[in-house]
């Protein structure tokens, strides 16, 4: 696990691009709980960061795909393949994330 950024640093639903390990993450807190995926819309290579947390997930901004936070699959055309889901864990107020383990 590497350290990504403070949990204050994180406004609910709304996504903050990190790199971790070399790996480009969004991370979005919901509630009690951080979401850290890929940060590349699986159809068009853009950076889901740019895009807006909605009630099913977070939206690619170009094209409108969306994303689940828990498991990184799409729910919307036109992407049609999932993207990475990280290990995360908060430790005081630190949020970890572990780019080797995918969870999905």
């Known amino acids: 696990m590497t350290r990504a950024c403070a949990l204050s640093e994180l406004d609910d639903r709304k996504p903050l691009a990190v790199q971790v390990d070399d790996v480009d993450v969004v991370l979005v807190r919901d509630g009690d709980t951080v979401h850290a995926l890929r940060d590349e819309c699986s159809h068009a290579e853009l950076?889901?960061?740019?895009?807006?947390?909605?009630?099913?997930?977070?939206?690619?901004?170009?094209?409108?795909s969306?994303?689940?936070?828990?498991?990184?699959?799409?729910?919307?055309?036109?992407?049609?393949?999932?993207?990475?889901?990280?290990?995360?864990?908060?430790?005081?107020?630190?949020?970890?994330?572990?780019?080797a383990t995918v969870t999905n």
Not at 47 to 64: D, F, M
Not at 72 to 97: L, N, Q
């Open 47 to 64: 950076s889901l960061s740019e895009g807006e947390v909605t009630k099913n997930g977070i939206e690619c901004w170009l094209h409108g």
């Open 66 to 99: 969306c994303f689940d936070l828990r498991t990184g699959a799409p729910s919307s055309p036109p992407a049609t393949e999932k993207v990475d889901v990280y290990a995360v864990s908060i430790v005081d107020d630190d949020v970890h994330v572990d780019v």
